[in-house]
């Protein structure tokens, strides 16, 4: 069984701070890692994913997530935050892309103040 | 232009009651899926679906029926709702060997009262 921890519930920061969110998984064989954002009202927005190779991934609007494997982590990254980044992003695990299946983790609330 | 498409946006029905929740996709995909979302829970699957007239079992299916009537719709059906089937649902497709990467709908919320 798959499962993936997001540790922070609520991250608060200011405009044009840094910020990390956190994201565990747990799983013994090759995985796909993605992180997704929900902005309120809307539904989930794929963000960026790893599969294999550099373990530092890009995305869009700046983000990026790294990937270790010693730690069994996926953090996803932002140097400079805009209060347009406040959403809730959710860390999604699969192990085999042709089933389909994804499991999310519960997510974390980014709030971003001005 | 929106290319997942859910209908209705909000439903309010009672114990008992039927209701058919409903999603469109224009992608050309082929992976569908049904989603609840219920605070503290993430995204739960409910059911899914590889193509036309096939449906795999997600990970909370109990109370929930689907079907897959066409490549493009693929729709949720609670015969008899009950409150615990109070959320909010999306619906989402991917193409097959793409699945970590998955476009959603705006989402459907349900209320059972």
């Known amino acids: 069984t798959q499962t993936v921890s997001q540790s922070d519930a609520h991250v608060t920061v200011f405009e044009g701070d840094s910020v990390e969110l956190r994201c565990n998984y747990s799983y013994g064989g090759s995985i796909y890692l993605s992180w997704y954002i929900q902005h309120h009202g809307h539904g989930l927005q794929f963000l960026l994913k790893y599969y294999s190779g550099n373990p530092v991934v890009q995305g869009v609007n700046g983000f990026e997530a790294e990937f270790s494997k010693s730690d069994s982590s996926f953090h996803l990254r932002k140097a400079s935050v805009h209060w347009s980044d406040s959403a809730v992003y959710f860390c999604a695990v699969s192990h085999n892309t042709n089933t389909g299946k994804l499991t999310f983790g519960d997510g974390t609330v980014l709030t971003v103040k001005p | 232009e929106a290319a997942v498409t859910q209908s209705p946006r909000n439903k309010v029905t009672v114990t008992g009651g039927n209701v058919t929740l409903s999603c469109r996709q224009t992608n050309s995909h082929n992976y569908m899926y049904w989603y609840r979302q219920d605070t503290g829970h993430g995204l739960r699957l409910i059911h899914y679906?590889?193509?036309?007239?096939?449906?795999q079992i997600g990970d909370v299916p109990d109370g929930y029926k689907a079907t897959r009537t066409t490549q493009e719709d693929f729709f949720l059906l609670l015969e008899l709702a009950s409150p615990s089937q109070t959320s909010l649902y999306f619906c989402?497709?991917?193409?097959?060997?793409?699945?970590?990467?998955?476009?959603f709908g705006p989402g459907t919320r349900l209320t059972v009262l």
């Open positions: 679906s590889y193509g036309a007239g096939n449906l």
């Open positions: 989402a497709s991917s193409r097959q060997f793409l699945s970590y990467e998955q476009y």
